[in-house]
């Protein structure tokens, strides 16, 4: 049995050849392409997502637009919001940094 | 017969998550090609050529100027480095299903290859070393590269090169439906009065997707397929097994062929020409020719990228060159093929080149092709 990580590994030792860099520095190319990738793994999950709603919409009886159309208020309305803003926190952190704005603000 | 996608025995079994994240490539793939690629001359013209004007003071002068151009433009750099990084996910897409499932594919192809009913065959040929000029490319970066051979058994390569290929040409706009052997038969059908041949040889065969359509299409026909990787063979073979069609599979090289004179009656190559140089092109002509029969019909189909209408347009084609490690692209696409067909011993009345429709969607598909004198 190969495992996913075992396939992966495999895939990668065997690619040869340089990689010529189409933006101004390496690091950017490198951070567009974990980018990406992170993008195509989110449609993954969306999908997967996708598939469950319409299983457990199939379980309830009712159709998957009526499954999705759930509206929450109060205090659970509050906790999805909250649970939004950390994940805009997390991803938006380099630029939430205080150590940036300490820096310029030392320039100034 | 279907080329792309069609289901058979040697495929890896996907599960729904390698296959959403199949489905998602070929997503950003059509959106970099439909809304992105298409803007690549206004960034030259917006960005890249005023920058080079200043920092030269001069237009660009040649090939290698005018892509230096390209890259002093910001919009063109991210084109390039996502379409990079999208080819590359194209691997990783296929290339994870491919090695997780290999030892169940490995017994369906070995079952396949010895079975007692097969109605093809497969002649390797282990004292031939592959062509270097493509065996030491991994070409449009799949991993490992055309020839690879990881030993007895082995298919990666032909299961790298039919899943990746998919994904890839679903990418590029192509249909299900999609066929270059339908392409040509279509071709046959409308400028050489429904000519069928008795027996064929598909050059540059890869996976065998043609070869097994013609088959198919043609069963009266003896069909036979040469390229140049054990792995890539074994899978192809396989794969027609599997599809219940009969090729015959030879290992071989396109510019040594041992196939005796007059053998065929009617020769093609498809999507090959790009991926060699110059003196095996030629070669290869020549042998096509040796190999087909008096009055018998040779046809090279390939990407419709000549005859761009200005050095800018053919720069922006050859991406490619540089960036998808295709690197005879540029020396197909301003490549004189009439000449060189003139040059292996056609007649110059016999020689055409043809602007060929897609079976199934708007792409378009270059060929030329000479017939022997009878």
């Known amino acids: 049995m190969t495992t996913r990580m075992e396939a992966l590994g495999a895939l990668l030792e065997t690619a040869r050849g340089s990689r010529p860099q189409s933006l101004a520095n390496r690091e950017t190319e490198e951070v567009l392409n974990i980018t990406l990738?992170?993008?195509?793994?989110?449609?993954?999950?969306?999908?997967?997502?996708?598939?469950?709603?319409?299983?457990?919409?199939?379980?309830?009886?009712?159709t998957v637009e009526s499954l999705r159309d759930v509206v929450y208020d109060g205090a659970i309305a509050e906790e999805r919001q909250e649970a939004t803003e950390a994940l805009l926190i997390r991803a938006l952190r380099i630029l939430l940094d205080p150590r940036t704005r300490r820096e310029q603000e030392q320039h100034l | 017969m279907k080329v792309r996608d069609v289901l058979h025995a040697v495929l890896p079994q996907t599960t729904a998550e390698e296959r959403s994240r199949q489905g998602a490539v070929i997503s950003l793939r059509r959106l970099l090609n439909a809304k992105v690629r298409p803007h690549n001359m206004e960034s030259y013209e917006a960005e890249g050529l005023p920058a080079f004007l200043k920092a030269h003071g001069r237009a660009p002068q040649s090939a290698d100027e005018v892509q230096k151009a390209f890259f002093l433009s910001p919009a063109y750099r991210q084109w390039s480095a996502a379409n990079r990084a999208a080819q590359e996910m194209i691997w990783v897409s296929v290339g994870e299903p491919v090695y997780r499932d290999l030892d169940r594919m490995k017994e369906a192809a070995a079952d396949l290859i010895n079975s007692p009913s097969r109605r093809g065959s497969l002649t390797l040929s282990p004292d031939y070393t592959p062509s270097p000029e493509v065996a030491d490319t991994d070409i449009h970066l799949q991993p490992g590269g055309f020839a690879m051979d990881r030993g007895e058994g082995d298919i990666v390569a032909g299961a790298l090169y039919e899943c990746g290929g998919n994904v890839f040409s679903f990418g590029q706009g192509a249909g299900k439906g999609d066929s270059k052997a339908g392409a040509t038969i279509r071709l046959l059908d409308e400028r050489f009065d429904g000519f069928r041949p008795g027996k064929m040889l598909d050059i540059g065969c890869s996976a065998g997707a043609a070869s097994a359509a013609y088959a198919y299409e043609w069963p009266d026909t003896q069909v036979h397929a040469i390229d140049i990787g054990a792995g890539m063979l074994r899978y192809a073979h396989a794969r027609a097994e599997s599809l219940g069609v009969a090729v015959h599979f030879h290992q071989m090289d396109a510019s040594d062929m041992r196939f005796p004179d007059n053998s065929f009656d009617l020769v093609v190559s498809h999507n090959m020409l790009h991926e060699i140089g110059e003196e095996k092109r030629r070669a290869m002509f020549r042998e096509a020719l040796r190999v087909v029969r008096p009055g018998g019909i040779v046809l090279h189909q390939d990407v419709a990228i000549r005859n761009a209408p200005t050095l800018v347009h053919e720069v922006e084609r050859s991406w490619d060159a540089d960036f998808n490690d295709e690197p005879h692209w540029r020396t197909y696409a301003t490549a004189n093929l009439v000449e060189d067909m003139l040059a292996a011993g056609f007649a110059r009345d016999s020689i055409m080149e043809h602007d060929l429709d897609s079976v199934q969607n708007l792409n378009r598909w270059y060929a030329v092709s000479g017939r022997k004198a009878a």
Do not use: P, Q, W
């Open chain 1, 37 to 62: 990738a992170t993008l195509i793994e989110l449609a993954v999950a969306n999908e997967k997502i996708d598939r469950l709603e319409r299983m457990v919409a199939d379980l309830r009886g009712e």
